[in-house]
C-alpha cells in the first residue's frame, strides 16, 4: 500500500513510500548528515537511492545538482513523486537504471561525491532473507555489490572526490580493502551503536579518491539514549 508521510520534521516535505517494501530508514538519515559536502561541489549522485531520502535530505545541504539511480521501477516511481511533489525536480534527478550502466550516462570524473546506502548481506548469506524479490534485491548484493560500488565510484569520482556510505560494521575490513583497492583512501569513520550496552551494528566510511594515507576515526554515535527514545544527536538530524 502506498503512502504519504511527512519527511520527517521538515516542515512541508513529504516522502511517498510503500508499505509492502522497504520505507525510508535511519540509515538513510545518518549517511546524509555524515558526507562532507563544501559549497564548490556542483554535482553528487546516490546509488542504490530507492525511493530517494538521501537526495532529498541532501538538497537541504547544498545547491549542487544531485542524482539518484534506482534499478527497481516500482520504488524509483516512489521517488519520482516524491521529488516531484516537493517541487525538487529541478535540483534532483532520478535515473531508472542499474548503477553498473552508468558507465555509458557520465563521463569519468563528473561527480564531487557519491553517496550509497548499499545491500548489506552477500548473496550466499541467509541474514533476513526474504521471499519478496524487491526487497532481497534491497538487504542482498543480488544485482549491485560492494566491489561493484567502488569500481563505478572510482569512475564517476573526480580526484579528490568522496565516497561516502553505510555498512554493517562486521564487513568493516572487507570494505577498507575494497575501497583501497580501487584507489579510495578512507579517510573518516564513525561506529554507530543502537544504545550505550550495545555493540556497534552499522558503520559510517567516507573515503577519498586518490587521497593520501591519513584516517580520523570520529566519535560514537548512539542511536537510543533510552529505550524506544533517540538521542539528542539522532534528534537533530530530522530537521527544523
Do not use: W
Amino acid at each position: 500500500m502506498i503512502v504519504k508521510n511527512r519527511l520527517l520534521n521538515y516542515s512541508g516535505y513529504y516522502i511517498y513510500q510503500d508499505t509492502d517494501f522497504f520505507k525510508m530508514s535511519l540509515d538513510s538519515v545518518l549517511l546524509a548528515n555524515f558526507v562532507t559536502i563544501n559549497l564548490r561541489d556542483k554535482n553528487i549522485i546516490d546509488l542504490a537511492t530507492g525511493n530517494a531520502p538521501i537526495p532529498m535530505f541532501l538538497s537541504f545541504r547544498t545547491k549542487a545538482h544531485i542524482y539518484g539511480v534506482e534499478l527497481q521501477k516500482e520504488i524509483f516511481d516512489l521517488g519520482i513523486t516524491s521529488v516531484n511533489e516537493n517541487n525538487m525536480n529541478e535540483q534532483i534527478n532520478l535515473i531508472n537504471d542499474d548503477v553498473n550502466n552508468l558507465y555509458s550516462r557520465f563521463k569519468s570524473d563528473f561527480f564531487d561525491v557519491i553517496t550509497c546506502n548499499p545491500p548489506y548481506f552477500r548473496t550466499n548469506s541467509d541474514s533476513f532473507v526474504n521471499n519478496s524479490l524487491i526487497k532481497a534485491k534491497a538487504r542482498h548484493e543480488k544485482t549491485l555489490s560492494f566491489e561493484d560500488v567502488c569500481k563505478i565510484s572510482r569512475y564517476l569520482l573526480r580526484m579528490n572526490g568522496r565516497l561516502a556510505i553505510i555498512h554493517r560494521t562486521e564487513r568493516l575490513m572487507e570494505i577498507v580493502d575494497t575501497m583501497k583497492m580501487y584507489d579510495i583512501e578512507p579517510k573518516k569513520i564513525r561506529f554507530v551503536y543502537p544504545n550505550h550496552k550495545k555493540d556497534s551494528d552499522l558503520v559510517l566510511i567516507e573515503g577519498v579518491k586518490g587521497g593520501r594515507t591519513g584516517l580520523k576515526l570520529l566519535s560514537p554515535l548512539f542511536v537510543y539514549d533510552k529505550k524506544d527514545i533517540y538521542s539528542d544527536e539522532v534528534r537533530s538530524m530530522f530537521g527544523e
